[in-house]
């Protein structure tokens, strides 16, 4: 099968208390607490997916073992250590069981199945046998890959079925979606939905929807107890029908708001100037089209006079590869951004694009939810010594996965890469200490009188273009 050369790294964002996620985009919370990230190198390879509609299809026998051949070797062949293949065939035996007994079966499948990639066939092959009729060997395929690529214990290699591969795809593509256009969270105590921000220009904004509004039910659907996904999924649909979200602010009554959906775009930056004579960018994410804002950004914010920039990547859990080498770029004149570092040893450098701004004092703020792509863009800032980092230590996801699609819209992420700084530090599960540390709770960001970290970014820029007069 031929294989399309694209690779690029995306990473899905989870906050602390109050998870921010896009509406119908895909900043979704995770399982684990209190964050879950995840760096990916996406690579579209020849396998393929069917449903050029968008739908997932049902899928034959041989299909559903080529699925689960596939998982095998690819797990054989990319995963970034080496893997027991007895260890694949009994995650498999353990992903099998456990959807069964989620369908109140107490059957027993092969336990003792061949520790190879023919026991791991037979086993689904039985399993298609013994429960296909009744439950549907999709179903029964995606349990048996979802167990196998679970047995290596590492969160970041899983499983993806097509609504949650769909969802991927729409913040690697950073395409337009049918929604409200805000962004939400889930409080993790009280477990309500709270709307963390309606987006500037959006129907919920022009709806009236204020940060802080708890979202009770939408369409008549209660909210109460549900994760941030089926929430997600009431919220979003066609463009002109409407949703009709009943809302509780604090101190008021619950008032129902009727919001017409519409294609929204999500911007992945916002700018504006500060003191008059700073440029603050605040990136999102690492998206298909924020170079380009980043650029844009840059440009306006230099025309309007500024002479130094912040560039915020706090709560921000990265995004594409290229994304980040190329917004690094902007800063860094030349060398290497990142480095990745395959199973095998080799080292694949990714050096400054060559286009970057003229110097001006730079300080990028990040917090402990600044990861994998964040952490690409900032750890190479401080290795080259072109900008200052304020904040708290950083997540530290330096690890990559690779995505490859399956047939029927679904697709396996596997943990196929680490990466270092071009300083070569090795930042996984230790994150990026910024030269100025300033403590600060992650809820308080863009609060005016709350958000010390800027406050100490200002403080700091001003001290650097003091000094350059």
């Keep these: 099968m031929p294989v399309k050369a694209r690779i690029f790294t995306v990473f899905i964002l989870v906050a602390a208390v109050l998870a ?92 003792g199945a061949d520790p190879s990639e023919e026991g791991a066939n037979s086993l689904l092959r039985s399993a298609f046998a013994t429960y296909g009729a009744k439950y549907g060997d999709d179903n029964l395929t995606f349990a048996a890959v979802s167990g196998m690529l679970n047995s290596l214990g590492d969160p970041y290699t899983v499983f993806l079925d097509p609504r949650d591969n769909r969802s ?104 504006r100037m500060l003191d008059h004579d700073v440029g603050y960018i605040q990136l999102f994410d690492f998206g298909d089209t924020s170079a380009e804002e980043v650029n844009t950004a840059l440009a306006k914010l230099s025309g309007q006079g500024a002479k130094a920039f912040v560039l915020d990547l ?38 400054a694009n060559g286009d970057a701004i003229s110097p001006k004092p730079l300080v990028v703020l990040v917090n402990q939810f600044s990861a994998s792509a964040s952490e690409i863009t900032a750890g190479a800032i401080q290795d080259t010594k072109v900008g200052a980092l304020i904040g708290v230590k950083t997540f530290g996801k330096g690890v990559v996965q690779t995505i490859y699609p399956l047939p029927g819209l679904s697709a396996i992420k596997i943990t196929t890469a680490r990466y270092v700084t071009p300083a070569g530090r090795d930042i996984n599960k230790k994150g990026i200490v910024p030269n100025i540390v300033v403590p600060m709770d992650p809820r308080l960001v863009g609060i005016p009188t709350r958000d010390v970290q800027l406050r100490a970014a200002l403080e700091d820029i001003k001290k650097q273009l003091a000094l350059a007069h």
Aim: cysteine-free; aromatic content about 6%.
């Design 168 to 271: 991927l795809t729409e913040l690697i593509d950073g395409g337009n979606f049918g929604g409200i256009g805000i962004y939400i969270g889930q409080d993790d105590k009280s477990k309500q939905t709270v709307i963390i921000e309606p987006i500037t220009g959006t129907p919920a904004d022009r709806a009236g929807l204020k940060a802080g509004d708890i979202i009770v039910s939408v369409d008549g659907h209660s909210t109460k107890g549900l994760q941030l996904d089926p929430v997600m999924n009431l919220i979003r649909g066609k463009a002109g029908t409407t949703a009709h979200l009943l809302v509780q602010r604090q101190g008021q009554t619950t008032h129902t708001y009727a919001v017409t959906r519409e294609e929204i775009h999500v911007p992945s930056v916002a700018y």
């Design 314 to 351: 706090r709560n921000n859990g990265g995004g594409l590869l290229n994304a980040a080498v190329d917004i690094s770029s902007k800063f860094i004149a030349d060398g290497p951004i990142v480095s990745i570092i395959d199973r095998s040893g080799r080292i694949e450098t990714r050096d």
């Design 20 to 111: 921010a996620v896009w509406f119908g985009y895909v900043r979704r919370s995770a399982d684990d607490n209190p964050v879950h990230h995840m760096l990916v190198a996406y690579e579209a390879n020849g396998f393929g997916s069917d449903g050029a509609d968008g739908g997932a299809q049902s899928l034959t026998d041989e299909q559903d073992v080529a699925i689960l051949d596939y998982s095998y070797e690819k797990l054989q062949e990319s995963y970034y250590k080496p893997v027991d293949s007895s260890i694949l065939v009994h995650g498999e035996l353990s992903g099998l069981t456990a959807y069964l007994k989620a369908q109140h079966v107490a059957g027993a499948l092969g336990a």
